[in-house]
Structure formats: C-alpha cells, structure tokens
C-alpha cells in the first residue's frame, strides 16, 4: 500500500509547489487575490504546507500602499538616486520593511546604496528561506551577489540555474 500512496503523495506536493510559485506570479502582478486563491487550491492538495500558510498569513498583512510615493521611488531609483529612492519606497509602504511584493525590488534598489549591500542580502536570503518557492526572491539574491566580487562567482551560478525556469525574468 505504502507503493501506491507515495507516487501520489509525491505528485500531489509537486501540485502545491506549482500553486505556490503560480500564487507568487499573481502577487508579483498586483493581484493578490488571485494569490489567494493560488495558494488556498495548495492547501487542499497539501493541508500541512507550512509556506502556502505563511504566505495567506501574509496577504492578510498587507499594507495599504501609496502609489504616488510607489511611483515616485520607482522613477528615483531609475534615475539611480538609490537613497532618494529608498526613502520613498519606505514612505510608499509605510515602515522599514517592504511587504513581499515590493520586497525584490526595494532590495535590490537598497543594495545599489554605500551601506544597503549586506542588509539586502541578509533579508533575501531570510525571504527565500521562508518562502522558497517564491523564485524571484531567488532571482533577486542573485543579482545582488553578482554586485560584489567575493559572492558574484555563486551569482552567477545561480542566475545559470535560473536561466532553465520557466517564465522567470
């Protein structure tokens, strides 16, 4: 019996790994409850996931979001004024902490700072190990290394490794 359950035990958490990464896509585009929706399907198939739970845990704690200062850290951290930038984002969403959806992009603007390098890093590698079918924190942590030359070798590994996902850009 133990031969015929674990082929679907198997396939049934490779589904929830699928509907994890497909919540992140949703919650990457701005439709979180698509996230939701993703992630509650996860549930059904894993009961247990711990990741599928954090991350409902999650939309419910989502700040409400400024889009004028959204907008305005976007546009400073084009123009690479990255301490500008970092404060409108931090006045965007309202703490020191963006919520997982900014969390790539304010990271790697943070890293682009004197002092934001190894901040970014601690907290992407803090992210992904919470939340590690989220691929683009993966994607994020990688670039970031590629900054400096004593993590950029492992950077790039993983960029080589990215480069085979599906979808991920």
Do not use: V
């Given at each position: 019996a133990i031969l015929l359950t674990t082929p679907f035990a198997v396939a049934a958490e490779n589904d929830a790994q699928q509907l994890l990464?497909?919540?992140y896509f949703w919650l990457d585009k701005g439709q979180p409850?698509?996230?939701?929706?993703?992630?509650?399907k996860a549930l059904r198939i894993a009961p247990d996931n711990a990741e599928a739970k954090r991350s409902l845990n999650l939309l419910d704690d989502l700040p409400s979001i400024s889009e004028t200062a959204l907008t305005e850290a976007r546009t400073l951290a084009q123009a690479e004024n990255y301490p500008a930038a970092i404060a409108a984002y931090r006045n965007a969403f309202g703490s020191d902490t963006p919520p997982l959806s900014l969390a790539t992009e304010f990271y790697?603007?943070?890293?682009?700072?004197?002092?934001?390098?190894?901040t970014s890093v601690l907290a992407l590698t803090e992210l992904q190990d919470q939340y590690p079918s989220h691929s683009r924190l993966t994607l994020s942590l990688a670039r970031i290394q590629t900054y400096r030359e004593f993590t950029?070798?492992?950077?790039?590994?993983?960029?080589?490794?990215?480069s085979r996902t599906p979808g991920l850009h």
């Open positions: 990464k497909q919540g409850q698509q996230a939701r929706d993703a992630w509650h790697e603007t943070l890293a682009a700072t004197d002092d934001g390098w190894q950029r070798r492992r950077g790039i590994q993983t960029l080589e490794q990215l």
